[in-house]
């Protein structure tokens, strides 16, 4: 599903123009994500939680070449299914 397949669902079901279905939408993401940059963990009940995970510095290498390159540090987002999830997947 993609985010426009969202935004067609959403405001079918709720009876909603495609407009008001996108900031809804739109809102939701905005919230999510700015809640992981401040380091917030956000928990969906029955859903999942999303939290920022960080990752440390370290040596890789270039597959084509086999040389060693330094891969920087980073932080990313990591999403764990909840129960009701995995239990509607199951």
């Known amino acids: ?3 426009a397949e ?8 709720a009876d909603l123009q495609k407009a008001t279905a996108e900031r809804i939408v739109n809102s939701i993401f905005d919230d999510i994500v ?3 940059k401040s380091g917030d963990k956000v928990n969906i009940s029955g859903f999942g939680t999303f939290q920022v995970s960080d990752r440390k510095a370290r040596v890789g290498r270039n597959p084509k070449t086999g040389e060693a390159i330094q891969i ?5 987002a990591k999403f764990k299914a909840g129960k009701g999830l995995k239990d509607s997947l199951n």
């Open 1 to 3: 599903m993609t985010k």
């Open 6 to 13: 969202l935004i067609d669902s959403i405001a079918a079901k």
């Open 34 to 36: 700015g809640a992981l």
């Open 72 to 76: 920087a540090a980073s932080r990313t």
